[in-house]
């Protein structure tokens, strides 16, 4: 999205937007919820849904936006967050008004969309508007990047949430080599994290890739879990080491990219009890005081677990091995 210059007065710093759950309603009139994970893709897929011929689909806005858009004394008044749903192949436009929570700094709603109003692929985004010198309806921010709602596919597409890249790491740069024994690599800097598979490693692609409940499918499965804690702990800890800070109050700021996501979504298990802004400041003072930040490593590595899926890995690991003791017994 390009800046805009505004003739007035605008809030600055990030304003953050994320799908936080989506469902599709069929003909019968139940609901279906989604799966809807976190991706640096900044896309969800309606077509992931099992409803056959749903009819309307309901996407939950969520929008952190800097604690100066309410605070009092700043430029502008009487603030509200707007979603905006479009679509240029229909010339479709929704909006819905989202509801402030907690401090003000987080604003969740509902945005209902007919299937019949959208073609394929639509852009959400979100406007935070105010009054500025005794003018209504000025908008004072807007987020770096839209999403992505797709009614077709089955998956984000977009483009891969990482980068990955089999690479033999006895025959890569130093760097690479120093790791020789170990079966991944994981890049969390830069624009894209990158998740680099060590093809020495005897095959360990053949597993990753295999699937059902052969040998083989089993110890993948186990293997990908592990793999997505690994990466999941990784990118908040590289996002944490590269935060944006307010130029007034030198208070932390969400980065607009992947990094903003990850530690959103971490931070609602790290800091269940905080608003999302607030949980940022008390983690980065952890990291940066003088204590603290020892007794975090476990709530880190807890919800780097929950979001790979590792707890329900091992019990599928655990009940296809009974299965297989079961079936050799007999």
């Given at each position: 999205m390009a800046r805009v210059i505004r003739p007035y007065p605008t809030l600055k710093g990030t304003v953050a937007l994320r799908v936080q759950a989506a469902s599709v309603k069929g003909p019968d009139g139940d609901w279906e919820p989604l799966d809807v994970a976190v991706s640096a893709d900044r896309t969800t897929a309606l077509g992931s849904a099992d409803t056959e011929g749903w009819t309307t689909a309901r996407v939950r806005v969520s929008v952190t936006v800097p604690a100066k858009a309410t605070a009092v004394g700043e430029a502008w008044s009487d603030v509200q967050v707007l979603a905006l749903f479009t679509e240029g192949a229909t010339n479709l436009r929704v909006t819905a008004l989202l509801n402030a929570e907690g401090d003000g700094t987080e604003w969740?709603?509902?945005?209902?969309?007919?299937?019949?109003?959208?073609?394929?692929?639509?852009?959400?985004?979100?406007?935070?508007?105010?009054?500025?010198?005794?003018?209504?309806?000025?908008?004072?921010?807007?987020?770096?990047?839209?999403w992505i709602i797709d009614v077709h596919a089955g998956h984000p597409e977009r483009s891969r949430?990482?980068?990955?890249?089999?690479?033999?790491?006895?025959?890569?740069?130093?760097?690479?080599?120093?790791?020789a024994e170990l079966p991944w690599s994981i890049n969390a800097a830069g624009t894209r994290p990158e998740v680099r598979i060590n093809t020495d490693t005897e095959r360990l692609t053949e597993l990753l890739d295999a699937q059902g409940n052969s040998p083989a499918g089993i110890v993948g499965g186990l293997l990908l879990a592990q793999l997505g804690e690994a990466m999941w702990t990784a990118t908040f800890h590289a996002a944490l080491g590269d935060l944006e800070f307010d130029?007034?109050?030198?208070?932390?700021?969400?980065?607009?990219?992947?990094?903003?996501?990850?530690?959103?979504?971490?931070?609602?298990?790290?800091?269940?009890?905080?608003?999302?802004?607030?949980?940022?400041?008390?983690?980065?003072?952890?990291?940066?005081?003088?204590?603290?930040?020892?007794e975090l490593q476990s709530r880190i590595q807890a919800?780097?677990?929950?979001?790979?899926?590792?707890?329900?890995?091992?019990?599928?690991?655990?009940?296809?091995?009974?299965?297989?003791?079961?079936?050799?017994?007999?």
């Open positions: 969740v709603g509902d945005l209902d969309v007919l299937r019949a109003d959208v073609f394929s692929r639509a852009t959400l985004t979100v406007q935070v508007i105010g009054t500025v010198g005794g003018i209504p309806g000025r908008i004072i921010a807007e987020p770096t990047d839209d949430t990482f980068a990955v890249r089999e690479t033999a790491f006895s025959r890569s740069p130093l760097w690479l080599r120093n790791m130029e007034d109050d030198g208070s932390p700021l969400f980065p607009a990219d992947w990094r903003g996501e990850a530690l959103r979504d971490m931070l609602q298990t790290i800091m269940p009890d905080l608003a999302p802004g607030a949980a940022l400041q008390e983690v980065h003072r952890r990291r940066t005081g003088d204590h603290g930040w020892a919800a780097a677990q929950e979001r790979a899926g590792l707890a329900r890995a091992i019990g599928e690991t655990v009940r296809a091995l009974e299965k297989i003791e079961r079936e050799e017994s007999e």
